[in-house]
């Protein structure tokens, strides 16, 4: 069976809320919508305090061709416009909200009936990649870069191929599960509207072989659809990686940046992404909820709430269960990537793919140990990087040596991490060291 071929790992799964169907979760009292909820230029509020919107009206503007609108995914009256402290702990400008009613904006097709391609024979690519724009959509996957912009390829680049990950190998979330078993055809249809906005005939769904189900209904499903092919995976972590992904699935390697999946003829996107991409372009409704897993051992109730914008952590919790008296750590996220939170008092976004509660003896630490040199993280790294040099440099701030042995190419998904027998801080230490080098290349580039 395929899988990446360099490094990886298999953390516990724990999906806890597999079989829990997608239920849709209760309207916040109020609203609140960062501006930060993308890679690339933050949003620029359109509207004012006092304003009145409904489901759909347009909050934001983008804030260059990198950046995506935001739109309301409630009705009400805007209370203010203010920062709100975001996820990361970072006071960000934000639109709040306060809910009355839920009237939707006329132009959203609220229906469920499956709207195919054929139904829509005058969307061309060029329209496909407008509607995606204006809906605001961006990657579903934890990413949120700007769909538009990948579908718009570089001069001298040719996609020949769109790969949707399918995989969610992050332990513990399930929302991409549930959303292929509960709407497989209007992700067939998005995968569709993806390929043909880039112009290639030949679409991919990687799924991992631990959701037997979903394979075998999108399998089912996807025979009625020329060009889509599903392609079971073995499980690894980080599967979900677009390099690991790519290299899974067709075979191909992408080199260190500034390449990028196009430069092999790839374009990848989330199912949630694709999803999304079909409510935009069939039904005109933009980005405005999305599937969060709300998981852990001690959660009465794990979940996969169909949440909208703005809502805050805090509710989503509270809606299955509340948070248990053993609570350790909230993550933003998995255990693998995701970010602990320092408060529940934030909006969830475009990004927010789950909330994962850590009790007290998961989210304790062990003791960091001196290095053994025993090189599991160089043997784990999907990226063929050596995280223990990387993450001595960049404790040491030896940002010259931390760029030349690539940390760039680092994708932070803590297989390095997971594996050290002395427990060290290996992904802390080289996110902060990725940060600083990424910034020093930046200011060299702009002199």
Known sequence: MKTFKIGGVHPAENKLSASSPIREAALPKQAVFSMFQHIGAPAKPVVQKGDEVKVG????????????????????????????????????????????GDEWEESIDRSTTLVKLSDRPELDSKAIVEKIKNAGIVGMGGATFPCHVKLSPPPGSKAECVIINAVECEPYLTADHRLMLEHPEEILVGLQLIMKAVGVNKGYIGIENNKPDAIALMKEKAKDYEGIEIVPLKVKYPQGGEKQLIDAVIGRQVPAPPAIPISVGAVVQNVGTAFAIYQAVMKNKPLIDRIITVTGKSVKQPSNLLARLGTPFQQLIDECGGLPEDTGKII????????????????????????????????????PQPCIRCAKCVSACPMGLEPYLLSK????????????????????????????????????????????VMGIIKSRAAK
């Open 57 to 100: 009206t347009l909050l934001a503007e983008a804030g260059g061709f990198v950046s995506a609108p935001i739109h309301s995914s409630v009705s009400g009256k805007v209370a203010k416009v203010d920062a709100v402290l975001d996820a990361s702990g970072t006071r960000r400008m934000a639109v709040y909200v306060d809910v009355e």
């Open 332 to 367: 933003g996220g998995g255990p693998m990537m995701g970010k602990a939170l320092l408060s529940l008092d934030v909006p969830m976004t475009k990004g927010s793919s789950g909330l994962l509660i850590m009790n007290d003896k998961e989210a304790r630490r062990v003791e």
């Open 393 to 436: 440099q960049s404790k040491l701030e030896d940002w010259e040596g931390a760029e030349k042995n690539d940390i760039t190419s680092c994708i932070e998904c803590g297989s390095c991490q997971f594996t050290c027998p002395s427990h060290r801080p290996l992904l802390d230490m080289i996110r902060l060291g990725k940060s600083t």
